[in-house]
């Protein structure tokens, strides 16, 4: 059953990285270094991607948790939007490639600690509104209310 529930997103991913290697090598981009890396760095934030939509896909915990998806979408959105941003103006730093690692590296690390501070809060979070929902007796309807 886990692995029916991961076939579109294995499937969403392949097309991903399979276009992000075809645009690569298709469109003449010059084999050096930082290019290399460039592209690396694309396909570890996609990775990334993946790794964290496929925990959300099959995990009990993250199915109902609104808060926990939302956060993720809009954290993996913004890690792969600034990782390619960076990516895109790589050839600035051709100079200094350790300065181009270096931010890679600290994206990478800023986008792990945000995805372990968001299900850790949206943990708590869930715990809480099973709380109040038991505190509050609302799975039985009152007599005369909704």
Same mark, same amino acid.
């Given at each position: 059953?886990?692995?029916?529930?991961? =076939?579109?997103? =294995?499937?969403?991913?392949?097309?991903?990285?399979?276009?992000?290697?075809?645009?690569?090598?298709?469109?003449?981009?010059?084999?050096?270094?930082?290019?290399?890396? @460039?592209?690396?760095?694309?396909?570890?934030?996609?990775?990334? @991607?993946?790794?964290?939509?496929?925990?959300?896909?099959?995990?009990?915990?993250?199915?109902?948790?609104?808060?926990?998806?939302?956060?993720?979408?809009?954290?993996?959105?913004?890690?792969?939007?600034?990782?390619?941003?960076?990516?895109?103006?790589?050839?600035?730093?051709?100079?200094?490639?350790?300065?181009?690692?270096?931010?890679?590296?600290?994206?990478?690390?800023?986008?792990? =600690? =945000?995805?372990?501070?968001?299900?850790?809060?949206? @943990?708590?979070?869930?715990?809480?509104?099973?709380?109040?929902?038991?505190?509050?007796?609302?799975?039985?309807?009152?007599?005369?209310?909704?």
């Amino acid at each position: 059953m886990m692995i029916k529930n991961l =076939i579109p997103i =294995i499937l969403i991913f392949a097309i991903i990285v399979i276009f992000t290697l075809t645009a690569f090598f298709l469109l003449n981009i010059e084999l050096t270094t930082i290019n290399i890396w @460039a592209l690396i760095f694309i396909l570890v934030s996609e990775i990334a @991607a993946f790794i964290t939509f496929a925990y959300l896909r099959v995990s009990e915990n993250c199915r109902n948790n609104i808060f926990l998806k939302s956060g993720t979408i809009v954290s993996v959105s913004l890690y792969f939007i600034a990782s390619l941003i960076f990516n895109i103006i790589a050839i600035m730093f051709m100079n200094n490639m350790n300065i181009f690692i270096l931010i890679q590296v600290a994206l990478i690390s800023l986008f792990a =600690i =945000i995805i372990i501070l968001l299900f850790s809060l949206a @943990a708590r979070i869930h715990k809480r509104n099973i709380e109040d929902i038991a505190k509050k007796d609302i799975n039985e309807p009152k007599r005369g209310g909704l």
